[in-house]
């Protein structure tokens, strides 16, 4: 089992950062990667951004590149998802993700593949 606490969100306004942290903990070390996903009211969960936990592969979502960089510590057990020149249509629950498997990079955007799941962070962003 792995579990994950997200932490970081709030309330900032347009063109503003946050940085947000999910913290990684039981069996880490059967983790391949984890990713971000975020949810807007009323619509469905979204992917944002997936880092191997090697590092060695990263994929973003087109909304968000150039504007937000996932990164990981592997000492911490943390992925952090740094977040800047914020929009009001970031506005959403942030959700982190885990998986065991061992897939490629380009089917990480899916939800299916990612077992364990934190309780999600509220971001809001203000126009």
């Known amino acids: 089992q792995v579990q994950l606490v997200e932490s970081g969100g709030g309330l900032v306004q347009a063109g503003g950062s946050l940085r947000l942290s999910c913290a990684a903990s039981g069996r880490t070390f059967s983790v391949y990667a984890v990713g971000w996903f975020r949810q807007a009211p009323g619509k469905d969960r979204e992917f944002v951004a997936t880092?191997?936990?090697?590092?060695?592969?990263?994929k973003y979502a087109d909304s968000v590149k150039g504007r937000f960089t996932i990164s990981r510590d592997n000492v911490k057990n943390t992925v952090y998802l740094e977040m800047n020149s914020l929009k009001p249509e970031d506005t959403a629950v942030y959700y982190c993700a885990a998986t065991t498997k061992t897939v490629s990079i380009v089917v990480l955007n899916l939800r299916a593949f990612y077992a364990y799941w934190g309780q999600g962070t509220q971001v809001t962003v203000s126009s």
């Open positions: 880092i191997e936990w090697s590092g060695s592969s990263i």
